[in-house]
């Protein structure tokens, strides 16, 4: 079992940038693909960031590809999502989960969400 504490939300204007981080509890964090998620007011959950369990491979949704980006560092068991250009359609709640397969077919840990709010 994992356990995920996401962090580095905020407000930020459009253009700007933000770091989230994720951190995971247990000594088992290399064996987890990891995925980013968001959720906006009155919107269904979107996966827009994935890596896989030894980071070597990444993807994203069309709607962020080209401005984030996701890595992790096992050695600190953290997985971050790097955001630029952002823009006020980004502002979601953003949330890390952890899958046991490493396609992110099923992710079975969820952290608590950060809020961003991007101002225009």
């Known amino acids: 079992q994992v356990q995920l504490v996401e962090s580095g939300g905020g407000l930020v204007q459009a253009g700007g940038s933000l770091r989230l981080s994720c951190a995971a509890s247990g000594r088992t964090f290399s064996s987890y693909s990891m995925g980013w998620f968001r959720q906006a007011p009155g919107k269904g959950r979107e996966r827009v960031a994935a890596i896989r369990r030894n980071g070597r491979s990444t993807y994203y949704a069309v709607s962020v590809k080209g401005r984030f980006t996701i890595s992790r560092d096992n050695a600190k068991n953290t997985v971050y999502l790097q955001m630029n250009s952002l823009k006020p359609e980004d502002t979601a709640v953003y949330y890390c989960?952890?899958?046991?397969?490493?396609?992110?077919?099923?992710?079975?840990?969820w952290g608590q969400g950060t809020q961003v709010t991007v101002s225009s």
């Open positions: 989960a952890a899958a046991q397969d490493d396609y992110g077919q099923a992710y079975n840990y």
